[in-house]
């Protein structure tokens, strides 16, 4: 696959490849009108068979591998916090987040409790969620899971509690649980042991692998939701991924030293979102620059030679030297389509098969 770069937002446009290959096939240039030549110049070059192939030309952009979401644990309760996990640890629902004079704080999933889960409450969805969660961990026997707050779900919180180590009051307070949307992987902590179990706590991510990437406002085009990309993570390997979502707001860069307002507005890029197509492949990397490849054009099935196998004429035309079966070389004029590392797509007077000389090698 052929590429665009635009490595800290430098790129040069398609025009600028098809004038790299003409200069280097403009080595050998055609001075001759079409037709055979001696059988004795056949012998003197490398040949190469016409070949059909799937082209793509790509834009490559700067991206980072990371995790998805960013979230912030608060403290809901009173006492001190006396244990806090290591940035990188994954929590999900029911291990402790943080503990607090010495008892668990665990994970539930869902939205934030705004009042106290106990008897004689009325019904809403924050006693489905406990309800949910309490049979998500094991504790859902005889209970409904419904609204409403009855002696079965009380029941079932102090069989969760007495598991985990907590009082068994039959109550849940806001401050007695962390929610979030799904499980979180601890980035960093902004309290310490010994400091007050309440504000932030914890900085978080989701445990979700993605690669946000900054595409040129110019290739927006080129991204889909759903279309495929490739990667290249830090270590030379290629991975691919899909693209999850392309955003709406462009971002300028004053910085950039090209701008000719000083707003950076030529070079506002817009910010895509990538899964990778296995989580697997990125590792253990956060925070990791990568190299995304997204497809500008592909031609699938078409035909195709080395790029060195052409020829430069001086009208701007391009041709190959094709070898006939007896030794004989002709020149057949060719249209180019899209370049694709070291070959060219062309149109013309082909077939399948056909030998062409390869001037430079």
Do not use: C
Request: avoid cysteine.
């Amino acid at each position: 696959m052929a590429t665009e770069h635009t490595r800290h937002r430098r790129w040069l446009v398609a025009g600028g490849v098809v004038v790299l290959a003409a200069g280097t096939a403009a080595a050998v240039h055609l001075t001759h009108d079409e037709g055979p030549a001696p059988a004795a110049a056949a012998a003197t070059l490398p040949t190469a068979l016409v070949r059909r192939a799937d082209l793509s030309t790509a834009v490559e952009v700067d991206g980072t591998l990371g995790y998805a979401g960013a979230y912030t644990v608060l403290g809901r309760g009173s006492g001190t916090v006396t244990w806090l996990p290591a940035a990188g640890t994954v929590v999900t629902r029911g291990r402790p987040v943080y503990r607090a004079d010495g008892r668990p704080v665990p994970l539930f999933y869902g939205t934030p409790f705004w009042r106290t889960l106990e008897p004689g409450m009325t019904g809403g969805a924050d006693v489905l969620q406990l309800e949910r969660n309490l049979v998500a961990l094991g504790h859902g026997a005889g209970l409904t899971v419904d609204r409403t707050f009855t002696a079965a779900t009380r029941s079932a919180i102090r069989r969760w509690q007495k598991a985990t180590g907590l009082p068994r009051t039959g109550t849940v307070a806001p401050g007695d649980v962390v929610t979030m949307p799904g499980p979180i992987r601890v980035t960093g902590s902004t309290s310490l042991p010994g400091g007050p179990a309440s504000g932030t706590v914890l900085t978080a991510s989701g445990t979700t692998r993605q690669v946000t990437a900054g595409l040129p406002v110019a290739s927006q085009h080129i991204a889909a939701p759903g279309a495929a990309v490739r990667i290249e993570l830090p270590a030379g390997r290629t991975v691919t991924g899909r693209i999850a979502s392309v955003g709406t707001v462009a971002v300028a860069d004053p910085a950039d030293a090209r701008s000719q307002t000083g707003l950076g507005t030529e070079s506002a890029t817009i910010t895509v979102t990538i899964t990778l197509d296995r989580a697997a492949d990125a590792g253990t990397l956060d925070s990791a620059p990568v190299t995304v490849a997204f497809t500008s054009a592909a031609h699938p099935g078409v035909l195709a030679v080395p790029v060195h196998a052409l020829l430069a004429a001086a009208d701007g035309s391009y041709a190959v030297s094709v070898v006939g079966d007896d030794g004989t070389v002709t020149a057949v004029r060719v249209e180019l389509g899209i370049f694709d590392g070291d070959r060219v797509e062309v149109r013309g007077d082909l077939t399948e098969g056909t030998r062409v000389q390869v001037p430079i090698s």
